[in-house]
């Protein structure tokens, strides 16, 4: 049972700041708030991956063990709103029966310091959401998270590992872990920057 009081139950005027820092400055929320919403370093590293892209796709559909589907496509990434986000559009056709689409986001949230990748495509209802950090050592964005397999209707957990190679080739490769534990690599791009 949830009890709710009036508004004049038990009010103190008087104590009615003592939880609040006196030595709030204004001015540094302001300059936090005016740094929030601009790109930063972390969405410099981004940029390598802006253009438009033939990709070369190798998929472990059928599990580890079995020879992969190889394929083409394209993608296109540009930078919006204000440079915070890069969105990416997939066009792509494994099986000749059908263009295979995706849309997909990524960005770098400020305030949790995480690199943050949406995903969404033709295949699915569910959105793939997945947060990661850029490892240094490997010069890697390394990301990871859950989604829904439309195959099985599961939860399944994903990574992902982004790498540029050179300014014109970066590869994106997924790992799913399966119910029984165990990690595959489920798909491998290549991108290689379109020529003019």
Same mark, same amino acid.
């Given at each position: =049972?949830?009890?709710?009081?009036?508004?004049?139950?038990?009010?103190?005027?008087?104590?009615?700041? $003592?939880?609040?820092?006196?030595?709030?400055?204004d001015d540094e929320s302001d300059a936090w708030?005016?740094?929030?919403?601009? *790109?930063?370093?972390?969405?410099?590293?981004?940029?390598?991956?802006?253009?438009?892209?033939?990709?070369?796709?190798?998929?472990?559909?059928?599990?580890?063990?079995?020879?992969?589907?190889?394929?083409?496509?394209?993608?296109?990434?540009?930078?919006?709103?204000?440079?915070?986000?890069?969105?990416?559009?997939?066009?792509?056709?494994?099986?000749?029966?059908?263009?295979?689409?995706?849309?997909?986001?990524?960005?770098?949230?400020? =305030?949790?310091?995480?690199?943050?990748?949406?995903?969404?495509? /033709?295949?699915? /209802?569910?959105?793939?959401?997945? /947060?990661?950090?850029?490892? *240094?050592?490997?010069?890697?964005?390394?990301?990871?998270?859950?989604?829904?397999?439309?195959?099985?209707?599961?939860?399944?957990?994903?990574?992902?590992?982004?790498?540029?190679?050179?300014?014109?080739?970066?590869?994106?490769?997924?790992?799913?872990?399966?119910?029984?534990?165990? $990690?595959?690599?489920?798909? $491998?791009?290549?991108?290689?920057?379109? /020529?003019?």
């Amino acid at each position: =049972m949830i009890t709710v009081g009036t508004p004049d139950d038990d009010f103190d005027e008087d104590d009615a700041g $003592e939880d609040f820092d006196d030595d709030f400055d204004d001015d540094e929320s302001d300059a936090w708030l005016d740094e929030i919403d601009q *790109p930063g370093t972390e969405h410099r590293r981004l940029d390598a991956l802006v253009g438009d892209w033939q990709t070369t796709i190798k998929l472990w559909d059928d599990g580890p063990d079995e020879e992969p589907l190889e394929f083409e496509g394209t993608a296109r990434r540009r930078w919006m709103l204000k440079g915070l986000f890069l969105s990416e559009q997939r066009f792509e056709n494994p099986t000749g029966a059908g263009v295979y689409r995706s849309l997909s986001f990524i960005g770098y949230n400020l =305030m949790t310091a995480l690199y943050e990748f949406v995903r969404m495509n /033709t295949e699915s /209802t569910a959105l793939s959401m997945e /947060t990661g950090r850029y490892d *240094p050592v490997t010069d890697t964005i390394r990301l990871s998270g859950n989604h829904s397999d439309p195959a099985t209707g599961f939860i399944i957990q994903t990574r992902t590992e982004i790498k540029v190679l050179d300014p014109d080739r970066h590869t994106v490769v997924i790992f799913v872990t399966e119910e029984d534990g165990l $990690e595959f690599k489920e798909m $491998e791009v290549l991108h290689t920057r379109k /020529t003019q």
